[in-house]
C-alpha cells in the first residue's frame, strides 16, 4: 500500500522540481552570459540611459521605464474593461449572449501578437496621431503630452497592450466569479440587497481570484514583445509622456539580439533579459503578497 | 575532378580523391546561417544547385548577419553569411582564418512621405546625414530647397525614421552617412545597430515603410529590393562623382564596378560613396564567409564549386529577385580567390 502512494509523491516531487530548476538555470544562464556586462557596468547598468552599441557603452534605464510604464497603462485600461466583461458575462447577460460573448472575447486571445501589431500601425496608431493633432493646445503643454505627435508611442502600445491583456484578465476574473457559491447572492438578496450590491459582494468574495486575474494580464503586458515594438517608436528614452517614443525590454531583445555579434553587446542584451527576469519575479511576488495578505486580513464571507 | 595542389596538405591523396569524388554517396547538407538580406536568392540557389548536383544539399539559415558570424566563430555551421563585413576583432576571435567571398550587392534608398509633394526628391549625402542628426527639422530647410528647385516643400517638421531592430540595411546607411559626414561619424559611427540622435524605430523593411507611409512629413531608409517589389517611390541621392542617381539594379552594379581597382585582397570592402560616373552612393556587397583551412574537406570542395557556380550562372537568377549582379571584374578576382581554400 506504501509503494504506489511512494512513486506517486516521488513523481510529482520530480515534476515540481523540474521546474523550479527550470527557473533556477534559466537565471543562473542569464546571469552567466550577462557577466560581461555586469562586470563592466554593474549597477549603472540599472540606473544609466545610454545605449550605444557603437560605442560600447550600455544602460538599461529606458527600457525598464518603458516596460513598466507601457504594463501599467495598459492595466490601468484594461482591468476596469476585462472585469466589466467578466461582470457582464457571469451576472448580468442573457443566457443566450454568455456563449458567444465567451467566444468573442477568447478569439481576442488567440490573435497572434504580429496581427496586433499591424493592426496597430495600419489602423490604431493614425487614431491615435489623429488624437494627438487634435489635442488643444493648454493641454499639450501637460508632461503628459508634450512633444510632436508622431502616433506611434506609448500611448498607441498601451492600448494595443491593453486590448491584448483584456481576454486574459476577464477570462480568469469570470472562471473565478462563476466559484463564488449561488448562496452568497442569494444570502445578499435575501437581505434586501440591489443588483449592484449583490454583485459587488459577490466580487467581494472572489477578491483575491479577481486581483490575480488582473496580474496575470500586468505579467503578460510586460512579457509582450511583437505588437508593442511595431508601434511604441523603439527610441530608448525616459519620458513621461503619451506621445513620446519609447522602448520596452523585450522589444529590444527581440530587435537587436539576432545581429549582435560583439560580446559585451551581446553580453548588455542578456543583462536586459536579466533584468526582465528579476521584473518580472519580482511582479509575481508582490502580487501572490498582496493575494495572502488579502485573504488573512478579512475572513472569506466577511463582505456580505 | 582534378585536384590543385596545395601547399601542406597533400600528404594524403586517399582522402582527397574521396573529397573529390564524393559525387557517388550521399553527402550530409551543408549547413549555413546568417544574413537575411540575400535569404531569397540563397534559397533559390541552393534549390537550384541541388537539381543540378542532387548530391550537395545546403541548409540556409537567415538568423541575421551577427548570428551568422557568431555560429561560424562557433563552427556550429560550416559557412556564414552576412551584410557587414568582420571586423579584426571578430576575425581574431574565430578558430581559424576566414575568408569573405562577396555573392551579390544591394542598396539602401531614401522614402518620404510630404502631403502634396509627387516629385521625385534629390538628396546628399550630406543633407541626408543633417537630416538624421535631427539637424534638418523642417521639410522647406534651405539646404534640402537648394536641391530641389522647383518643388514646394512645406514648413512642416520633419519626421525621422530608421531600423529599430539590428541590419545590415543600417549598417550600409549608418557607413555611407560617417563618410559623407565627420559629424555623422564621431556622433553616430557605424554598426548593425546604432544610437540615433533623432526619430522614431520601425522593425524591419515593412515596419519603416509602414511609418512612413503613415505619418505625414517623414523619410526613412528601406533596401532597394523592397522598395521595387512594393512599388515605394524614393528618391535620388548625389554620388562622389556629383551626378544625381536614382537607385537601380544598373546603378549598383556600376557602384561595384568602380570600386572594383580598390578592392582589398580580401574583399572587406565598403563600396558606399563608390566613385564612378553612374554609381549609386549607398550599394554594398553581401557575403559569404568560408574558412581558409576547412575541417570537412568535402564541403569545402562542395562549396567552392558551389560558390564558383554561384558567381557565374548563378548570377542570372538576381535580376529576377531584383538583386543587383556582381560585376565581371569583382567575379574574376573572387575566382582567383577562391583557390585559397585548402580543399585537400
Known sequence: MRSPDFGFRLGIGVFAAALVLIVIGIGVTLANDSWLSLQKFGLDF??????????????????????????????????????GIAVFISELSPPVLRAPLIFLTE????????????WGIFVLVPIVRDLETGMPE????LPLFSGPPFGVGMLAAALILAVMVVPFTSAVAREVLKT??????????????????AIRAAMFYARTGIVGAVMLGFGRALGETMAVTMVIGNNPQVSLSLFAPQYTMAAVIANEFTEAANALYLSALIGIGLVLFIITLLVNMLSRGLIWSMARRLPVNAGV | MLLTACGGGTTQPVTANNAGGADGSQAQPINGAGATFPNPIYSKWFAEYNRLHPNIRINYQSIGSGGGIQQLTNQTVFFGATDGPMNDEQLKAAPGPILHFPTVLGAVVPVYNIPGITDELKFTGAVLADIYLGKIKKWNDPALGKLNPGVKLPATDV????????????????????????????????????????????????????LVTQTPGSIGYVELIYALQNKIAFGSVQNAAGEFVKASVDAVTKAADSAAATIPPDFRVSITNAPGAGAYPISSFTWILLYE????????????????????????????????????????LEQAALGKIKVS
Open chain 1, 46 to 83: 540599472w540606473r544609466t540611459s545610454n545605449w550605444d552599441p557603437v560605442a560600447g557603452d550600455f544602460g538599461a534605464l529606458p527600457f525598464i521605464w518603458g516596460t513598466l510604464y507601457s504594463s501599467v497603462l495598459a492595466l490601468l485600461i484594461a482591468a476596469p474593461v476585462a472585469l
Open chain 1, 107 to 118: 478569439l481576442l486571445a488567440a490573435i497572434p501578437s504580429i496581427v496586433y501589431g499591424l
Open chain 1, 138 to 141: 493648454s493641454l499639450r503643454a
Open chain 1, 180 to 197: 463564488v457559491p449561488m448562496t452568497q447572492r442569494e444570502a445578499a438578496y435575501a437581505l434586501g440587497a440591489t443588483r449592484f450590491e
Open chain 2, 159 to 210: 519626421t525621422v525614421v530608421h531600423r529599430s531592430d539590428g541590419s545590415g540595411t543600417t549598417y550600409i546607411f549608418v557607413d555611407y552617412l560617417s563618410k559623407v559626414s565627420p559629424e555623422f561619424k564621431s556622433q553616430v559611427g557605424v554598426s548593425t545597430s546604432v544610437k540615433w540622435p533623432a526619430g522614431v524605430g520601425g522593425k524591419g523593411n515593412e515596419g519603416v515603410s509602414g
Open chain 2, 293 to 332: 583551412d576547412p575541417k570537412d574537406k568535402a564541403a569545402g570542395k562542395a562549396m567552392v564549386d558551389f560558390v564558383k557556380w554561384a558567381l557565374t550562372d548563378g548570377q542570372q537568377y538576381c535580376a529576377d529577385l531584383g538583386y543587383a549582379p556582381l560585376p565581371s571584374t569583382v567575379v574574376m
